[in-house]
T-cell receptor, first 114, second 114 residues
Framework: AQSVSQHNHHVILSEAASLELGCNYS??????LFWYVQYPGQHLQLLLK??????LVKGIKGFEAEFIKSKFSFNLRKPSVQWSDTAEYFC????????????FGAGTRLAVHP | GAVVSQHPSRVICKSGTSVKIECRSL??????MFWYRQFPKQSLMLMAT?????????EQGVEKDKFLINHASLTLSTLTVTSAHPEDSSFYIC??????????FGQGTRLTVV
């Protein structure tokens, strides 16, 4: 069965610190991977996505993620976080077929202190 | 990115009544729509996947007679919560996907059953 595991439930950082959020998935086939962000009181927004090709993908706001197929991982990174990055981050996976369902991880709540 | 409009954003209803939530893809054709439920400070739990013109596929534990999903056109899907009870109070989110694997999210609907 499909599943997504996010290891960090709560992360607290100071501004300018580096960020890495873990995401591992379980899926029997070719996958498409996503990171979404949900700012307080707002709806989900796409940060970045991986469909194929270069396993290192760059998204908005300085975020990037690396797809490591052998580890079934898609970790999110940012070299230097800002207070405005305070939000909840969700990793999601879907199969490459047209009608495959989109499954989310439990989410990681990031708090960045000035 | 593509726009998904969800309506209403908030609804309060009396216990025992039914509530309909609409999800529209405004500038693309959504062959697949997903309905999620999000509890406070938790992740998105997939309730069902609907493909245009066919019956929705419900996740295990989700009552299909309770949560009626209709995906009659390529731009509209509806979720009807029938005979709502206080335990159905939650944040419901729809997501739409067209040709590409990327899914776009509505603003969500906060349902409160009193």
């Amino acid at each position: 069965a499909q599943s997504v595991s996010q290891h960090n439930h709560h992360v607290i950082l100071s501004e300018a610190a580096s960020l890495e959020l873990g995401c591992n998935y379980s899926y029997g086939g070719t996958v498409n991977l996503f990171w979404y962000v949900q700012y307080p009181g707002q709806h989900l927004q796409l940060l970045l996505k991986y469909f194929s090709g270069d396993p290192l993908v760059k998204g908005i706001k300085g975020f990037e993620a690396e797809f490591i197929k052998s580890k079934f991982s898609f970790n999110l990174r940012k070299p230097s976080v800002q207070w405005s990055d305070t939000a909840e981050y969700f990793c999601a996976v879907t199969g490459s077929g047209g009608y495959n369902k989109l499954i989310f991880g439990a989410g990681t709540r990031l708090a960045v202190h000035p | 990115g593509a726009v998904v409009s969800q309506h209403p954003s908030r609804v309060i209803c009396k216990s025992g009544t039914s509530v309909k939530i609409e999800c529209r893809s405004l500038d693309f054709q959504a062959t697949t729509m997903f309905w999620y439920r999000q509890f406070p400070k938790q992740s998105l739990m997939l309730m069902a996947t609907s493909n245009e013109g066919s019956k929705a596929t419900y996740e295990q534990g989700v009552e299909k007679d309770k949560f009626l999903i209709n995906h009659a056109s390529l731009t509209l899907s509806t979720l009807t919560v029938t005979s709502a009870h206080p335990e159905d109070s939650s944040f419901y989110i729809c997501s739409a996907r067209g040709t590409y694997p990327e899914a776009f999210f509505g603003q969500g609907t906060r349902l409160t059953v009193v």
